[in-house]
């Protein structure tokens, strides 16, 4: 039975298959079957016996119930993995987990399963790139009010929009490639991290593990790779997310019926209400959004199990049952709904327009002061001259342009033909260019595999 909603409603069937049950147990014997040829090829055990390991290191013999059945007499889950193998290996089991301590194969596992799912994650993160470098060079001339403090401020474009979310997403592919360098790290060190257990090959055969599975070890641990790692990957995760929510939420306003500038794709069967049936909820953001919350709340714990008694204590490992399988597929599913809200987003020029005007040129103020101390009035009275007048046009519900007109003191310095330049459309500065300049950065890095 499905109790948390990551088995049934969030996440790819891909990245769900990654942290189920019979991914990690079968994770689990992957490093016990590299462990034993590792011990066969500095002579530790015969190699007939490292071959019938790796033969049986998998859940075609294991079984996860039987795995589960051990666990329930001895309390002790790698413990129970161990004997069901030796059990499958006849007398070469004797040599299964040789001088290994459980989070040697926990921890490698654990590399194995972030190495996976790290790839999916990079995989949307460069779709969801692609998608945006479109939208960004679609767009690049299309004029929008740009708002600060929820209020019109000066024009901005939606090139300008799309290219800052680009450059944002194109830094966490970057983050996520030094990220890799720390993060799939492994370990065969024993209880506390001396590696005595492996005796005087224990280097020898850390190596040889650790590059069987295409994993580096880790430079120093005690009975645990250390969890900065593990609070450094979950930091990576909810910032992702973080760009994702404030993506879903600038849709999610811009998608509001006062404003209606873009709006999520909205099925042709789809329901936006139970009760309301002209509904179009932006559920897709929405839910991006909310799931962001999650993701930045298991930050927390993870900084909180790197601080362990002494040389390790147990309780980082029930959390991190919870927050990697967790994060990794809930982030999966607002990528994957990002892709499909951004590659269907619909657009309604005739509000974009509507809301460029809509202060009747007040968001004209700016450079209207500009224009004036460019004509020879100093730059602080130009502010003062320029807030008295919209201020007028504001409370007469008047065009600035109009009102400008009748100030004599302004016109001294203007003339008609300075007015009629001062357009919406005219004040974007060097959006073009600051656009362009991203996505030549982001084609760049994509040439070198970023």
């Given at each position: 039975?499905?109790?948390?909603?990551?088995?049934?409603?969030?996440?790819?069937?891909?990245?769900?298959?990654?942290?189920?049950?019979?991914?990690?147990?079968?994770?689990?014997?992957?490093?016990?079957?590299?462990?034993?040829?590792?011990?066969?090829?500095?002579?530790?055990?015969?190699?007939e016996s490292a071959?019938?390991?790796?033969?049986?290191?998998?859940?075609?013999?294991?079984?996860?119930?039987?795995?589960?059945?051990?666990?329930?007499?001895?309390?002790?889950?790698?413990?129970?993995?161990?004997?069901?193998?030796?059990?499958?290996?006849?007398?070469?089991?004797?040599?299964?987990?040789?001088?290994?301590?459980?989070?040697?194969?926990?921890?490698?596992?654990?590399?194995?399963?972030?190495?996976?799912?790290?790839?999916?994650?990079?995989?949307?993160?460069?779709?969801?790139?692609?998608?945006?470098?479109?939208?960004?060079?679609?767009?690049?001339?299309?004029?929008?009010?740009?708002?600060?403090?929820?209020?019109?401020?000066?024009?901005?474009?939606?090139?300008?929009?799309?290219?800052?979310?680009?450059?944002?997403?194109?830094?966490?592919?970057?983050?996520?490639?030094?990220?890799?360098?720390?993060?799939?790290?492994?370990?065969?060190?024993?209880?506390?991290?001396?590696?005595?257990?492996?005796?005087?090959?224990?280097?020898?055969?850390?190596?040889?593990?650790?590059?069987?599975?295409?994993?580096?070890?880790?430079?120093?641990?005690?009975?645990?790779?250390?969890?900065?790692?593990?609070?450094?990957?979950?930091?990576?995760?909810?910032?992702?997310?973080?760009?994702?929510?404030?993506?879903?939420?600038?849709?999610?306003?811009?998608?509001?019926?006062?404003?209606?500038?873009?709006?999520?794709?909205?099925?042709?069967?789809?329901?936006?209400?139970?009760?309301?049936?002209?509904?179009?909820?932006?559920?897709?953001?929405?839910?991006?959004?909310?799931?962001?919350?999650?993701?930045y709340s298991n930050?927390?714990?993870?900084?909180?199990?790197?601080?362990?008694?002494?040389e390790r204590d147990?309780?980082?490992?029930?959390?991190?049952?919870?927050?990697?399988?967790?994060?990794?597929?809930?982030?999966?599913?607002?990528?994957?709904?990002?892709?499909?809200?951004?590659?269907?987003?619909?657009?309604?020029?005739?509000?974009?327009?509507?809301?460029?005007?809509?202060?009747?040129?007040?968001?004209?103020?700016?450079?209207?002061?500009?224009?004036?101390?460019?004509?020879?009035?100093?730059?602080?009275?130009?502010?003062?001259?320029?807030?008295?007048?919209?201020?007028?046009?504001?409370?007469?519900?008047?065009?600035?342009?109009?009102?400008?007109?009748?100030?004599?003191?302004?016109?001294?310095?203007?003339?008609?033909?300075?007015?009629?330049?001062?357009?919406?459309?005219?004040?974007?500065?060097?959006?073009?260019?600051?656009?362009?300049?991203?996505?030549?950065?982001?084609?760049?890095?994509?040439?070198?595999?970023?």
């Amino acid at each position: 039975m499905a109790v948390h909603p990551i088995d049934y409603r969030y996440g790819s069937e891909e990245m769900r298959k990654i942290w189920d049950e019979e991914n990690k147990l079968q994770k689990l014997l992957d490093v016990e079957a590299a462990l034993a040829r590792a011990h066969a090829k500095v002579g530790n055990i015969p190699e007939e016996s490292a071959r019938v390991i790796s033969e049986r290191a998998n859940t075609k013999w294991v079984k996860l119930e039987r795995v589960k059945e051990i666990e329930a007499e001895i309390h002790h889950d790698i413990m129970a993995m161990v004997k069901a193998l030796s059990e499958v290996c006849g007398e070469h089991g004797k040599y299964v987990h040789l001088g290994a301590t459980s989070n040697d194969i926990i921890d490698t596992a654990n590399a194995l399963l972030i190495k996976e799912s790290l790839e999916i994650v990079e995989k949307d993160l460069k779709e969801l790139r692609s998608i945006l470098k479109d939208l960004a060079l679609k767009h690049i001339d299309t004029v929008c009010i740009g708002r600060t403090h929820g209020q019109h401020a000066v024009p901005t474009t939606y090139g300008m929009k799309f290219a800052l979310w680009l450059d944002e997403i194109q830094r966490h592919i970057e983050r996520l490639h030094q990220l890799k360098e720390r993060v799939l790290v492994g370990k065969m060190r024993g209880a506390v991290g001396t590696a005595a257990s492996f005796g005087e090959k224990a280097f020898e055969i850390e190596r040889l593990v650790m590059e069987d599975l295409g994993l580096k070890p880790a430079r120093i641990t005690n009975q645990i790779v250390q969890r900065d790692v593990y609070a450094e990957l979950m930091f990576f995760l909810a910032l992702v997310a973080s760009t994702l929510d404030k993506m879903g939420l600038e849709i999610r306003n811009l998608q509001r019926t006062e404003i209606l500038e873009v709006s999520e794709p909205f099925g042709t069967k789809q329901v936006g209400s139970s009760t309301m049936p002209h509904k179009r909820n932006p559920i897709r953001t929405e839910k991006i959004c909310g799931l962001a919350r999650v993701l930045y709340s298991n930050v927390i714990p993870a900084l909180l199990n790197n601080p362990l008694w002494h040389e390790r204590d147990l309780t980082n490992s029930s959390v991190e049952r919870v927050i990697l399988p967790e994060s990794f597929v809930l982030l999966d599913e607002m990528l994957k709904v990002m892709k499909k809200v951004l590659r269907g987003l619909e657009f309604f020029p005739e509000n974009i327009k509507r809301n460029l005007y809509l202060t009747k040129n007040l968001i004209m103020a700016e450079p209207l002061m500009l224009k004036l101390a460019e004509r020879g009035m100093g730059r602080q009275e130009a502010h003062e001259l320029v807030r008295q007048l919209a201020m007028k046009a504001f409370r007469e519900s008047r065009d600035l342009l109009e009102v400008v007109r009748e100030s004599e003191e302004a016109m001294r310095y203007l003339t008609q033909e300075d007015l009629e330049s001062l357009k919406p459309e005219n004040y974007i500065g060097k959006a073009r260019e600051i656009v362009m300049n991203v996505v030549r950065y982001v084609e760049e890095m994509e040439k070198k595999g970023l």
